[in-house]
């Protein structure tokens, strides 16, 4: 087998007890949830190994040399990878005064008993043109990113608001 950027994590973790281990250390905040069983089902494979090096700021062929020395796994750095969408750094235009529904997920993150994905989902898909929807989520959902990348049509900004909590605003391009 070989692991390339856009190796899902779940893939990543099935090869051997120590990526866990490996994940987890470079950013436990993040990653710590990995140990739960229905957050490494549901969050694992919704995560590319690139977006996992783009969260914690280690260089991927790092990454991906770290978790081939633990699995005896071949890796690849895919010719013209390129780095991954992210949150804008200055807030957008249409956040203030923007009619604004909310999803708090921090209920969910505390118990992590839930998939967070459905009520953002929902909650995202209704969105009618140019309408601006915002959650609380314990994490910078930077894998909610490539989906709605694929989604088309939106544009989202993300900010963190304490240790603990983010404020994430989503809109429906108009």
């Keep these: 087998m070989t692991i390339t950027p856009e190796t899902r994590l779940n893939v990543a973790l099935d090869l051997a007890p120590s990526v866990v281990d490996y994940i987890v250390s470079l950013n436990p905040h993040d990653f710590e949830r990995l140990r739960k069983p229905l957050m490494r089902r549901l969050m694992a494979p919704r995560i590319t190994l690139g977006r996992v090096a783009k969260m914690v700021r280690v260089p991927i062929d790092e990454m991906l040399r770290k978790i081939g020395e633990l699995t005896g796994a071949r890796t690849a750095v895919a010719q013209g990878w390129s780095l991954l969408p992210e949150s ?87």
């Design 88 to 174: 804008p750094s200055k807030r957008p235009d249409w956040i203030p005064g923007a009619p604004i529904r909310e999803v708090d997920l921090l209920p969910i993150d505390e118990t992590l008993d839930a998939d967070p994905l459905i009520p953002v989902m929902a909650a995202v898909k209704a969105l009618k043109t140019g309408e601006v929807l915002r959650f609380r989520h314990k994490w910078e959902p930077q894998p909610f990113y490539d989906l709605w990348i694929r989604m088309g049509g939106l544009e989202w900004f993300s900010e963190q608001a304490d240790h603990d909590a983010w404020w994430i605003w989503v809109r429906r391009k108009p």
